[in-house]
């Protein structure tokens, strides 16, 4: 989710769910350490929320964690799922699952400085080690470090040959992996992701599993998020409407570009608000064709929403 679940992206969805909890995208320790920019910053209407963090390093992990949990970060997740050549070549991401001792000697350098939970996401297996004794020695190997919370992503990741892209789509899903791990690991947090795009879906899994992890779809069609308090968290509050969560985000755009940003930082997240509405193309568009202009200002959103028929305005 590199570049999609950016601040600006969090503090939409948390206009639309109180109670999802948000992950940032993965963070690398060098950034963080090394990096210019503040890679941890996050408005505080973000809650709860988990930083990602991307590295094989023991001691720049246990650095990181103890910035996140200072600055506020309610948790802190560990990838060991991500595929991409260049996550390999710093040595973190899914390529640590040939590594479990080395994955145990972050978690437990992280669990030394830090009383947040510190998690892991990963996914079945890698290559040709895809056995369910792979992914068993695996999650062992780091639980008895401390970690007591797995994120699974039902793929397994093919390291050689298949891009980022692919190896979301080729490795067939296989659930069961996941449900079996919760079998044989009653007293760990199991969750579960890949190829999740509903709320159905989300809660065949529960039957199972602790957990849900939604990712593009979330971002392709944020509008999903609406459904997670009252199905998910038996909260039946009536929340905000597509077009009340576009009113609210104008002040928030207003106050980025006051700091020097562009509109089209923030409305490149809200592309998919109204997807599958009368009206939905027409508002993507004209946000599309003009957020980006030098001068324009928060209200590209309020004039997007004019270009809406009344039945979406009221969704």
Known sequence: ?????????????????????????????????????????????????????????????????????????????????????????????????????????????????????????????????????????????????????????????????????????????????????????TELTIGVNGGITTIEQCLEHLQQLDGVMVGREAYTNPWLLNQVDSALFDDARQGLSRAEVVEQMIPYVAAHIAQGGRANHITRHMLGLFNGLPGGRRYRRYLAENAHKPGCTAQVLAEALATLPEPALTA
């Not at 964690?65 to 991409?84: Q, T």
């Not at 699952?97 to 510190?118: H, N």
């Open 1 to 185: 989710m590199l570049d999609w679940t950016d601040r600006h992206y969090r503090y939409m969805a948390r206009l639309i769910s109180k109670h999802t909890l948000l992950y940032t995208e993965m963070v690398t320790t060098g950034a963080i350490i090394h990096g210019k920019g503040d890679y941890l910053q996050f408005n505080q209407q973000e809650h709860p929320l988990a930083l990602q963090l991307g590295g094989s390093n023991p001691q720049d992990l246990a650095h990181c964690a103890k910035l996140a949990a200072e600055r506020g970060y309610d948790e802190v997740n560990l990838n060991v799922g991500c595929p991409s050549d260049r996550v390999q070549n710093g040595r973190f991401g899914a390529c640590l699952m040939a590594e479990p001792q080395l994955v145990a000697q972050c978690v437990d350098a992280m669990k030394q400085v830090v009383e947040i939970p510190v998690t892991v996401k990963t996914r079945i297996g890698i290559d040709e080690q895809d056995s369910y004794q792979f992914l068993t020695d695996f999650v062992g190997a780091v639980a008895d470090a401390g970690c007591s919370d797995f994120t699974i992503h039902a793929r397994k990741a093919w390291l050689q040959g298949l891009s980022p892209k692919q190896n979301r789509e080729i490795p067939e899903l296989n659930y069961q992996r996941a449900y079996d791990i919760k079998r044989d690991f």
